[in-house]
C-alpha cells in the first residue's frame, strides 16, 4: 500500500493539500475580482433606490403642510408603495428571465425614476397614493432582481459576502439620502416650486441617469465581462456550475412558480420576512417624524438627526458580515440581531431621556445587518435561474409589512398623539421575527 514514503523510507508531503490551497486562493481572487466590479454600482443603484422609496420620510412633515396630510394619510401613502410592489415583484422577475437582467434592471430604474420626478406634481392625499402605488409597480423586482444577478458571477458559498456589501447601499442611502433631502428642502421658492418638490425632481433624476449609466456598464452573464480574462472567465463558469450542482433549476415561468410555492420553506422565509419588514420599514419612514415629535425639531434638523440611526447600522452591517465570514453561525448571530432590534425599540418607545431613546432607535435600525444575512438561508434553497423566482416571491410577501407598518404606526399617532404604542408594536415584530428565525439555529 502506497503510505507516501519514498523508495529510501523518508516520508514525502503529500501534494493534494497544497493544490486545494492553491485551486482556493485563484478562487477566491477572480471572485474578488468580480464583486470590485460589480458592487459599486449595484450600491449606487441600491442607493438611489431607496432614496426615491423613502425620500417621502424626511419630505414628510413639510409635503403634510403643503397638502394637508393626517399622519393616517402619510401612513396609507408611505405603505401603498409596497402593495404595487408587491402584486408585480414576481411578474417583473419573469420578465427579467426573458429580457436579462441587465437590460430589465436598467428598465426598472429609468421607470421608476421617471415616476419620482413626476410626484412633484402630486395635488392632495389622493393623488399621492396613486403615485406611490405606480412607483412600486415600477420599482418591483429590482432588488431580487440584482439578488439573482448576483447569483450568475458569485459561486454560492461566496454569495453572503456580495449580498452583504450589496446591502450596505441601504443604510448609507437611508444615512445620506437624509442629509440630501433635508439639503434639498432649503431649495423651498426656488423658481417656486416646494423645497419637497425639488426632492422628488432631483432624487428621481438621479436614477434615470443611473439606469442609462447600468444599461451601458453592466454585463450580462460572466462571458460579456470585458473586465474578466478569457482565462477568469472560464474557471468562473466552472465554479458556478459546481456550485449548483445537485440543486433543481426549472428556470423561470409557470412551472418554477408552481414548484416555489408548493414548497413549505418558501411560506416559512416568507413569515420571517414579513416580520422583518414589519418592523424596518415602519422605522424607515417614521424616524425623522418620531425625531421630530420627541425632540422638537425642524424638518431639516430632524432629517439630519435621522441620518444617526443608518450610519449605527452601517456598523453593524460590516461588523455581522465580517464576523459570519470568518465563523459561520449565522443562524444564532441572525436570532441575536432581531433580538437586539426589538429591545432596542422598547427602549426607545419606554425612555424619558432623549438621547437613551435615539440609542433605541439605533439598536433598532441594525435590522440591516439581518437582511442580507436573513438571504443566504433561502439562496441556499434554489439554485440557478429558479432563485431569481423564489427570492422574488419571499420578497413580495415579505415586503407587505412595508405596508401595513407605516399605515398602523400613523392610525396609532392619530389614535393616542404619540409614537408609544406604535414602536411597541415594532418591538413585538422584531421579537416575533427572531422567535421564528430559531429553526435556523443549526445553519452555519
Excluded at 110 to 127: I, R
Amino acid at each position: 500500500m502506497n503510505d507516501g514514503t519514498a523508495a529510501g523510507g523518508l516520508r514525502q508531503p503529500s501534494s493534494i493539500p497544497a493544490s486545494e490551497s492553491i485551486a482556493a486562493a485563484e478562487e477566491s481572487r477572480i471572485v474578488k475580482k468580480v464583486l470590485r466590479a460589480l458592487i459599486p454600482l449595484a450600491i449606487i443603484g441600491l442607493f438611489v433606490s431607496f432614496i426615491d422609496r423613502t425620500n417621502i420620510a424626511v419630505a414628510g412633515p413639510s409635503m403634510s403642510a403643503t397638502l394637508g396630510l393626517t399622519p393616517s394619510m402619510f401612513g396609507l401613502a408611505a405603505g401603498l408603495f409596497f402593495i404595487g410592489y408587491v402584486l408585480f415583484e414576481v411578474p417583473s422577475n419573469l420578465l427579467l428571465g426573458h429580457f436579462g437582467a441587465k437590460v430589465w434592471i436598467a428598465r426598472i430604474m429609468m421607470t421608476w425614476g421617471a415616476v419620482c420626478v413626476a410626484m412633484a406634481w402630486v395635488q392632495g392625499a389622493n393623488s399621492l397614493y396613486v403615485m406611490r402605488f405606480i412607483l412600486g409597480i415600477f420599482e418591483a423586482g429590482f432588488y431580487p432582481g440584482m439578488l439573482f444577478y448576483f447569483s450568475l458571477f458569485v459561486p454560492g458559498r461566496h454569495l453572503t459576502r456580495a449580498y452583504s456589501l450589496f446591502q450596505i447601499g441601504i443604510p448609507i442611502s437611508l444615512a445620506l439620502g437624509s442629509v440630501l433631502t433635508a439639503a434639498l428642502l432649503t431649495m423651498d421658492g426656488i423658481m417656486g416650486y416646494h423645497g419637497w418638490q425639488w426632492v422628488f425632481i432631483i432624487e428621481g433624476g438621479m436614477a434615470v441617469v443611473v439606469g442609462l449609466v447600468c444599461l451601458k456598464l453592466m454585463a450580462s452573464t460572466p462571458n460579456d465581462a470585458k473586465w474578466l480574462t478569457q482565462d477568469e472567465k472560464t474557471k468562473l463558469n466552472g465554479y458556478l456550475k459546481a456550485a449548483n450542482e445537485g440543486k433543481d433549476d426549472s428556470g423561470h415561468g409557470l412551472q418554477a412558480v408552481k414548484s416555489i410555492f408548493s414548497t413549505p420553506r418558501t411560506w416559512y422565509f416568507c413569515a420571517i420576512y414579513v416580520a422583518m419588514m414589519l418592523g424596518f420599514y415602519s422605522v424607515t419612514y417614521w424616524a425623522p417624524q418620531i425625531i421630530k415629535l420627541r425632540m422638537g425639531l425642524g424638518n431639516v434638523e430632524a432629517g439630519l438627526v435621522s441620518a444617526i440611526p443608518w450610519v449605527v447600522a452601517t456598523i453593524a452591517l460590516l461588523a455581522v458580515s465580517s464576523y459570519t465570514s470568518k465563523h459561520g453561525r449565522r443562524g444564532p448571530i441572525l436570532v441575536g440581531v432581531l433580538a437586539v432590534c426589538g429591545i432596542g425599540m422598547v427602549i426607545s418607545s419606554l425612555a424619558t431621556n432623549n438621547t437613551v431613546a435615539l440609542i433605541g432607535l439605533c439598536m433598532g435600525a441594525c435590522i440591516q445587518a439581518a437582511v442580507p444575512l436573513f438571504y443566504t438561508f433561502p439562496a441556499e434553497e434554489f439554485g440557478g435561474a429558479k432563485s431569481a423566482v423564489a427570492l422574488a416571491l419571499i420578497n413580495s410577501v415579505g415586503n407587505i409589512g412595508g405596508f401595513f407598518g407605516p399605515y398602523l404606526l400613523g392610525i396609532l399617532r392619530d389614535a393616542t398623539g404619540a409614537d408609544v404604542v406604535g414602536q411597541l408594536m415594532l418591538a413585538s415584530s422584531f421579537i416575533l421575527a427572531a422567535v421564528l428565525a430559531f429553526g435556523l439555529m443549526k445553519k452555519r
